[in-house]
């Protein structure tokens, strides 16, 4: 039991303890260990595990309960309307494909196996009710310099990693943002001279977004399975054209076209846990084939973090997948004597994650056919979500969500180029050479090794995709010079902090292809309060004719914001 976190809410006698459901008997410790490996990352289990809501709603009591019930998390259109009771058939049912059943949810994890399945909900039915929190409603706080209301276009962001506040300086918050309608009179700002557009909405959660060469929209529709293209008319108000260009895909986020140049042959996916690619040639608009497997199977684990990003080096020989990890930190990975460790490190990337994060929480590589052995590229990188190569350097560049329970202000997400078989610290360190508290003592031999990254971000702002805008620009709405190869990023927003922070789009300045260290707001404008927001941005993709695009999956919009020089 020593492994497994504290908050474990079954006495120990339970381990020999079984539960009758349904024609086999399930085993309440097995689910109780898909539970941790699974759903902890998102779901508060019981009273005294740390918040009441996570990313998930706080499950306690959920067997039996009514669909959508707790007051303290923002269930999404979906799951509100859906009017269920969870009972057992209910939630084997949901659990074995949300989606299939409550189209448009934002849970996404799938439990296949049918066992697996009802071991799980037998934990769950030992989970007591918790009660609602009141925190989200009724806190107040000081005002810090990482909440959203000091957020506007311009004004620049430096995280002081000599300064950063100790662990548990503050407790962990569950704060969850709740999606609301784009309120009367909100508005999104955007820096002097620009201007942002709603180019479209009534898309089912979009995520990332890549464009074609010749100027098409690829947007991954996750949650949806499938792939959509766009065409967007010169001047651009609404898609001239709009398909669907793919589905019946397994948790698609990741696009990728290939070769590079004006006539990809491919375009690649990076689904839950496969690289796919389908055939393609410029303007088509539906898949002219069936996917063919690249990478059949990315990790022998899927739970936890589900978004996997594709590229493809500069000279094109090889493939990148980043894979986050399956929990917040490492707390079912099983621990290692320091023999073993060693034995691990002398075969394996040192620093490198094994058990059930075995090829998690770092990025993988492969070459383009699938064919080299997937490799470790760089080790301990929690979630990185968002790849992108620097045109002027080819490096590759990650954007990563750290690690929650520590207190508003750790740990910071960041933004980094990606040395090869370079260690980043994760599950032991955090930020250079921070141990974390829950790891304390276990890797002294990785003590002073991990890499600062280069530009760390305000603590859970969930920073998803990044790209580089492009250094040749045409269009009449390109960016001014001076953001010419700098980089956009997507920050979703935060749940684990108590001033909400995130919900906008930031640019990152590099000097001469370098980091500074700084970035600044770019989108504000989505957070209505510490409570609600009106848009969480995933994705940001440069269009043929320069303007930046930017999909919202919490309102379901797809936003344009151009230069206009006025
Ligand atoms: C990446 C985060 C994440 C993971 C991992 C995750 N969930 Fe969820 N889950 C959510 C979110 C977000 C919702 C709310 C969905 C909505 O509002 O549409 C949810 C909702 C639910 C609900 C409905 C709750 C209610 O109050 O109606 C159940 C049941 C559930 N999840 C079970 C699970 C189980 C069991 C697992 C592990 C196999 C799991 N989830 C893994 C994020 C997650």
Known sequence: MRHLPRFLPLPIFLASFLVASGARAADVVHGQQLFLQNCALCHAGNADSHPAAGQGPALGGIVGRASAARTDFGYSKALQTAHLTWTPDALDQFLSGPTAMVPGTNMVAVVANAGDRADLIAFLGTLKPTPDSRYMVSVTHARTPGDWQNDAPGQTHRIDLAGLPAPFATRSAGNAPRTVDQPAGARLSVPVGFKISLLLSNLSGPRLLRTAPNGDIFIAETREGRIRVLRLGAGTSAPVENTVFADHLDGPFGLAFYPAGPKPQWIYIGNLNSVVRIPYASGDLHATAAPETVVQ??????????????????DGTRLFISVGSGSNVAETMGRKSPDEVRDWDRSHLAGSTWGNELQRADILTTDPEGKAPLTVYAAGIRNAVGLAIQPSTGLLWCSTNERDGLG??????YITHVEEKGYYGWPWYYLGNHEDPRRMNERPDLAGKAIVPDVPVQSHSASLQMTFYPAQVTGKTAFP??????IFAALHGSWNRTGRTGSKVIRVHLQDGKATGEYEDF???????????WGRPVGVTVAGDGALLITDDA???LWRVAYTGK
């Open 297 to 314: 199977q990315l990790a022998e684990t899927t739970g936890g973090h589900s978004t996997r990003d594709v590229a493809f080096s500069l």
């Open 408 to 413: 508003d202000d750790l740990v910071p997400d």
């Open 523 to 533: 989108v504000t404008g989505f957070v209505v309060d510490d409570g609600h927001v």
């Open 555 to 557: 309102n379901g919009t």
């Open 481 to 486: 010079a001076a953001y010419r190869g700098d």
